[in-house]
């Protein structure tokens, strides 16, 4: 990860596409904790990157990119919140509620952006698996859906699920912690 911050940093805008196809999801979901309209946490996520873009130059390492987004997208929020009227109320119910856990979120955002890279890092027939097994859809739904027997699927589930204790090992204590 350390080598994209340096690629972008430089300019990469191929390396920026791949970092704003990690993080666009994360943002947006952490921006769903402040915002009520998926909309509008699609726009902040949107707004955020483009301000790590364009201070890019300023970022030597994840961490402080890191730390720039997710400090980024909640004032975007915020301010977001502060222009609508009925902003004043929920904004201090905000403001005290997140205050406390906001570390908590980032890393609840991070295994989010963790377990969505080691999903996309299987076949696809095994990723299409575990995603509609992660919506709640029953073995006898999945085999359908995708055209194969529930005796294929158990066992292509059982090899997906192998694969993903295997890429997340090292993780493992974040996973536990959630």
């Known amino acids: ?4 911050i340096s690629e972008i940093r430089r300019g990469n805008r191929e390396a920026f596409r791949e970092f704003f196809e990690d993080y666009y999801p994360v943002l947006c979901s952490f921006a769903r904790k402040y915002l009520p309209d998926a909309e509008r946490c699609r726009d902040v996520a949107q707004e955020t990157l483009l301000r790590y873009w364009e201070e890019r130059e300023r970022f030597t390492g994840i961490s402080e990119a890191r730390g720039f987004l997710y400090t980024t997208t909640k004032n975007i929020c915020f301010n977001s919140l502060r222009r609508e009227r009925a902003a004043g ?9 997140y205050a406390d856990d906001f570390e908590e979120k980032i890393m609840e955002h ?23 097994s992660l919506q709640g859809m029953r ?11 529930e005796g ?26 959630f």
């Open 152 to 177: 294929t699927l158990h066992t292509l589930k059982k090899i997906a699920y192998k694969k993903l204790r295997h890429v997340l090992k090292d993780h493992v204590y974040l996973l536990l912690f």
């Open 89 to 97: 109320r929920y904004l201090q119910g905000i403001g005290e509620e």
């Open 110 to 132: 991070e295994i989010v952006l963790l377990l969505h890279k080691a999903i996309g890092s299987l076949p696809s027939q095994m990723r299409k698996i575990i995603e509609c």
């Open 139 to 149: 073995n006898n739904e999945i085999a359908r859906e995708i055209g194969i027997a």
């Open 1 to 4: 990860m350390q080598d994209i």
